[in-house]
């Protein structure tokens, strides 16, 4: 017969004993598995390997670029630039707001990739580009006034980019906080480069400089359009070789005149 005071005592002693085969709270939470399982290893490094590979991704591809004072260093001669032009001011230089991945990336559907239409909300967002190889008739600027066909020069640019999406090949940095690019755009079916097509329109000259010309290795075909339209007498080359007067000339004169003056 078990008298109660047996049995008690043989519980407790059972409870005891799981009690003991049990491992504290406090100890399971600071059990660490063991890092070089197989089973641990290679999911950690697959899931470390993804992050750095999504990072290095949006940094390359996928970040915007505000300014062009903002662009890597990395980038020129290297990478290019999709964006949308948002402002033409001269004949030769336009800004865009720069859209990394396009429509793919979400742009211009994305709740958050809209890109803004009021001057306050572009102020220090968008990125001057000067259109490379090329040189249109001088606006006015400084007080100067502008050459003769400045204004169509730039009615030309505005009609032709304005509002539309291009690609920027990015050369370099000029010494107005602008990037010097080759720029192209889709006219219907066609990728047409810019600075190529203002040339031939006659809307422009090659850039005559003795140094630090851009052309991202389309000198021969510029300097063919310009010919071209030269001998049509298109555009700039309709007035008289006797009283033409290139943008590079026109500058060049009216800085003696401003150095002489002061």
């Given at each position: 017969?078990?008298w109660?005071w047996n049995?008690?005592?043989e519980?407790?002693?059972?409870?005891?004993?799981s009690?003991?085969?049990e491992?504290p709270?406090?100890?399971?939470?600071?059990?660490?598995?063991?890092?070089?399982?197989?089973?641990?290893?290679?999911?950690?490094?697959?899931l470390?390997?993804s992050?750095?590979?999504?990072?290095?991704l949006y940094?390359?591809?996928?970040?915007r670029?505000?300014q062009?004072?903002?662009?890597?260093?990395?980038f020129l001669?290297?990478?290019?630039?999709l964006?949308?032009?948002?402002?033409?001011?001269?004949?030769?230089?336009?800004?865009?707001?720069h859209?990394?991945?396009?429509?793919?990336?979400?742009?211009?559907w994305l709740?958050?990739?809209?890109?803004?239409t009021?001057?306050?909300?572009?102020?220090n967002q968008?990125?001057?580009?000067?259109i490379?190889?090329?040189?249109?008739p001088?606006?006015?600027h400084?007080?100067?006034?502008?050459?003769p066909?400045?204004?169509?020069a730039?009615?030309?640019?505005?009609?032709?980019?304005g509002g539309?999406r291009?690609?920027?090949?990015?050369?370099r940095?000029?010494?107005y906080e602008?990037?010097v690019?080759?720029?192209v755009?889709?006219?219907?079916?066609?990728?047409r480069d810019?600075?190529?097509?203002?040339?031939r329109?006659?809307?422009?000259?090659?850039?005559?400089?003795?140094?630090?010309?851009?052309?991202?290795?389309?000198?021969?075909?510029y300097r063919?359009?310009?010919?071209?339209?030269?001998?049509?007498?298109?555009g700039?080359?309709?007035?008289?070789r006797?009283?033409?007067?290139?943008?590079?000339?026109?500058?060049?004169?009216k800085?003696?005149?401003?150095?002489?003056?002061?």
């Open positions: 017969m078990r109660p049995t008690t005592a519980g407790a002693s059972a409870t005891d004993t009690s003991e085969n491992i709270l406090q100890d399971s939470l600071l059990t660490w598995p063991d890092p070089s399982n197989p089973s641990t290893l290679i999911p950690t490094l697959v470390t390997s992050i750095f590979l999504v990072a290095k940094r390359s591809y996928l970040r670029i505000p062009a004072v903002d662009i890597p260093p990395s001669r290297r990478r290019s630039l964006g949308q032009v948002t402002y033409v001011g001269d004949g030769d230089d336009f800004r865009i707001y859209t990394p991945g396009g429509w793919l990336a979400g742009w211009g709740p958050g990739r809209k890109i803004p009021k001057r306050s909300d572009l102020t968008t990125i001057h580009v000067r490379a190889g090329i040189d249109a001088e606006g006015p400084f007080g100067r006034p502008a050459q066909y400045a204004d169509d730039l009615a030309w640019l505005r009609a032709y980019v539309r291009v690609r920027a090949y990015v050369h940095r000029d010494h602008r990037v690019a080759s720029v755009v889709w006219r219907g079916l066609l990728r810019v600075g190529l097509q203002m040339l329109a006659g809307m422009a000259t090659v850039y005559e400089a003795k140094s630090g010309v851009e052309f991202g290795k389309l000198e021969e075909k063919r359009a310009e010919w071209w339209a030269k001998t049509r007498r298109k700039i080359w309709w007035t008289r006797a009283d033409f007067e290139s943008p590079r000339e026109f500058k060049n004169k800085t003696e005149v401003a150095a002489k003056g002061s």
